[in-house]
């Protein structure tokens, strides 16, 4: 199957940093890439919708100044979280491709 | 987003014994999967079922679909420990506009040995 990768696995960082994750399509062109977030014990939720060369599309409540995407070729999107805080702290999980999905391993955030 | 619900929240078994797990949901979809995560780990993509579909195999998993009913199972045969993660269902709709997946609430299952 389809592979995407993530970068970095875990990160830990002081309040008030910024922090940059890359999700990249392995062995296939994703025009579209999805970031997830997931707190413990709780599921996956949809933060935003990453689309190559225009802008992403946040869903509600989420702060699209907080986490700014980019998604500048066709196997590489960023998620970058500026200004973290402790609530910040969770997995950040990306995918692609549509209808059948594939998702990345996941970045566990630390904001200490 | 709108999450569909699973049940049960938690399961506990003894290895040998089936797992089954539920998962309804809100609006049309053109298919349902099913993921597995183990703790604090990414997912692990189980079984895709369309929404003509009414129940696919895959090795010891059986997944069925009621569209009807807006539901779905999954039912995990002879459980090993192995097996110990939670179980999310995820669907697809077109409908919606929405072209990322809305993920259940989960189920955790654990398999004692």
């Known amino acids: 199957g389809a592979v995407v990768s993530q970068h970095p696995s875990r990160v830990i960082c002081k309040s008030g940093t910024s922090v940059k994750i890359e999700c990249r399509s392995l062995d296939f062109q994703a025009t579209t890439m999805f970031w997830y977030r997931q707190f413990p014990k709780q599921s996956l939720m949809l933060m935003a919708t990453s689309n190559e060369g225009s802008k992403a599309t946040y869903e509600q409540g989420v702060e699209k100044d907080k986490f700014l995407i980019n998604h500048a070729s066709l196997t590489l999107s960023t998620l970058t979280v500026t200004s973290a805080h402790p609530e910040d702290s969770s997995f950040y999980i990306c995918?692609?491709?549509?209808?059948?999905?594939?998702f990345g391993p996941g970045t566990r955030l630390t904001v200490l | 987003s709108q999450q569909g619900e699973e049940d049960p929240q938690a399961l506990s078994i003894q290895e040998g014994e089936n797992a089954t797990m539920n998962c309804s949901y809100k609006t049309s979809i053109n298919n349902l999967q099913w993921y597995r995560q183990n703790s604090g780990r990414g997912l692990v993509h189980l079984i895709l079922?369309?929404?003509?579909?009414r129940e696919k195999h895959s090795g010891r998993l059986r997944v069925t679909l009621d569209t009807s009913k807006k539901s779905s199972s999954l039912l995990i045969t002879a459980s090993r420990a192995a097996d110990t993660a939670s179980y999310f269902c995820?669907?697809?709709?077109?409908?919606?506009?929405?072209?990322?997946?809305?993920f259940g609430s989960g189920t955790r299952l654990q398999v004692q040995p």
């Open positions: 079922i369309r929404s003509n579909e």
């Open positions: 995918s692609a491709r549509e209808d059948e999905q594939f």
């Open positions: 995820a669907t697809f709709s077109m409908d919606t506009g929405r072209r990322a997946l809305t």
